[in-house]
């Protein structure tokens, strides 16, 4: 099936840093989702965006919806070691999420 | 949101062998869907859990193979049959239109998922 481009694959940062990642898509989405999974679990929704434009935050997340509605970015402040995982990007249209491929943050002690 | 509860969890199935994965939700729920994630994949859709008819497949994924049933609003099952090793993964329910109010009835919720490993 189709899935979104989400860069970078792969981030390794040190406790503190910033992280920015995005995804885009050659198809218009009427809602954009973050998640986050862990290890042997289930993703976790982390914020959701359902207009062009906007800028949501949750904590130390924020993410936006691309006003072309194809992309959206999700960016984290003063990553903690809690922040390691795998995210996820998922456009919505209709009722069917359309996934990213992930991003991997690892933080290097 | 919603809290969904997978059954089972884990487990190590023979090849040739049939398992059935079930979803509980605690609330109403509009639609339910299941997915599958490869080992260090993304997540793709199977199917869409269509309440009192058969489900609607995504293309690549048939019913013989991935029975699903939806007998009410709260509850579904997966069956993964005939297994091979390629089947390895984990199988995870999610649902959307929670009946709880608020803006959450546009969001879309997965439960634990079901992490299935064939040998």
């Known amino acids: 099936g189709q899935q979104l481009n989400q860069s970078p694959q792969s981030m390794f940062i040190q406790e503190g840093e910033d992280v920015s990642m995005n995804c885009t898509s050659s198809?218009?989405?009427?809602?954009w989702l973050w998640y986050k999974q862990d290890p042997g679990e289930g993703p976790v929704l982390l914020i959701a965006?359902?207009?062009?434009?906007e800028l949501t935050s949750n904590g130390r997340l924020t993410a936006q919806f691309g006003i072309t509605r194809k992309d959206s970015f999700l960016n984290i402040s003063a990553s903690i070691p809690s922040d390691v995982g795998i995210y996820f990007c998922a456009g919505k249209l209709g009722e069917k999420l359309t996934f990213g491929t992930g991003t991997r943050l690892t933080i290097i002690p | 949101s919603a809290v969904i509860s997978q059954k089972p969890s884990r487990d190590i199935c023979q090849r040739g062998t049939s398992l059935t994965i079930q979803c509980q939700v605690d609330s109403q729920v509009t639609m339910m869907f299941w997915y599958r994630q490869q080992p260090g994949q993304s997540l793709t859709l199977i199917a869409t859990a269509n309440q009192g008819s058969e489900a609607t497949y995504e293309s690549g994924f048939v019913i013989d193979k991935f029975p699903i049933s939806r007998p009410n609003l709260t509850f579904s099952t997966l069956t993964v049959s005939n297994m091979s090793p390629e089947d390895s993964s984990i199988y995870l329910c999610?649902?959307?239109?929670?009946?709880?109010?608020?803006?959450?009835?546009?969001?879309?919720?997965f439960g634990e998922g079901s992490w299935l490993t064939v040998v």
């Open positions: 965006l359902y207009k062009a434009g």
């Open positions: 999610s649902v959307a239109g929670a009946k709880t109010g608020g803006s959450s009835g546009n969001t879309i919720y």
């Open positions: 198809s218009i989405f009427n809602t």
